[in-house]
């Protein structure tokens, strides 16, 4: 889901988990390594003051209702911070609610309980256009669907992204990041004139463009070439890290997260997920 677009349907968002296929929220119309987590599902997943948290979740807790009326918890957050400029891996198995915890954090799904702090802002306190209108401007997202305007070339989409989060159009950084992921020569390519795997670059750098204080990170480097998924991933770091930015990416390669000093697995703090061998 890009901020470029709202969602549609009742609970809205990006569906990337099998949790979150399509289901009505409860109370809707529609109704560092491997090993080295935080504090674990006892006591949430953080490391840092919490007043220089860009993302700070308390007692979040999400639901579905099924087809046949029965409520199905997809996160029971007690805790979870990501400090600023902070660069965290997200791993955890299909289903456990990756994609809902990125919906939540960036405001596109509300929780139904709980705080959801967001570069010092609780998002629960805010309308949605409110919510709306902070996503553009202090959250960058790289979802599993790209979300580019057909009708607009590659530069013409990174230049609305920036917009959008209220900043001048700066053709010159546009072009600069463009060439940074290899598509230098694609500025003037619209999104059907190009493989998925630009695209998902065009996506990259429309993200980034912006400077936001949080960066979220759906698989991004899932639909690139061999020879393009190191480049994107050192993209999105250097970029981050020059300008303060927060990163949380998730991915289910162990290449990849080999790579954060962080690495937090979703099932040690949400709740919501049963342990292992068990059905949900």
């Known amino acids: ?32 390594r491997p090993g080295s987590q935080g504090e674990g ?11 220089s ?36 891996v997200l791993l955890g198995a299909s289903g456990c609610g990756k994609t809902t ?8 799904t509300s929780a139904d309980a709980g705080q959801v ?6 998002l629960a306190r805010l309308p949605e256009a409110a919510r709306d209108r902070f996503r553009a401007d202090r959250i960058g997202m790289v979802f599993q669907t790209f979300n580019l305007l057909p009708a607009f070339t590659a530069l013409e989409n990174v230049l609305l992204g920036m917009s959008f989060s209220g900043r001048r159009a700066d053709v010159r950084e546009a072009r600069r990041l463009l060439e940074r992921v290899g598509l230098g020569r694609r500025l003037e390519h619209r999104p059907g004139q190009l493989s998925v795997g630009e695209q998902q670059r065009v996506a990259v750098a429309r993200a980034l463009v912006k400077r936001p204080a949080v960066l979220l990170a759906d698989e991004p480097t899932a639909s690139v ?52 061998g068990a059905t949900r």
């Open 1 to 32: 889901m890009s901020e470029m677009q709202k969602p549609s349907g009742g609970a809205g968002g990006v569906r990337g988990d099998s949790d979150d296929a399509g289901r009505p929220a409860v109370g809707s119309s529609a109704a560092s």
């Open 117 to 122: 702090r967001v570069d010092g802002v609780d």
């Open 225 to 276: 070439d061999v020879a393009n998924q190191q480049r994107i991933l050192d993209l999105l770091r250097d970029v981050c890290r020059e300008h303060d930015v927060a990163l949380l990416l998730v991915t289910h390669s162990p290449e990849v997260a080999a790579q954060f000093e962080r690495v937090e697995r979703l099932e040690s703090f949400n709740r919501a997920v049963a342990p292992a």
């Open 53 to 88: 948290a860009a993302v700070e979740l308390r007692g979040v807790r999400k639901a579905y209702v099924e087809p046949d009326g029965s409520v199905l918890p997809v996160l029971d957050i007690e805790r979870f911070v990501l400090a600023r400029g902070e660069q965290v």
């Open 101 to 108: 915890l990125l919906n939540v954090i960036s405001g596109i």
């Open 41 to 51: 599902a006892a006591g949430g997943a953080g490391r840092g003051d919490p007043s």
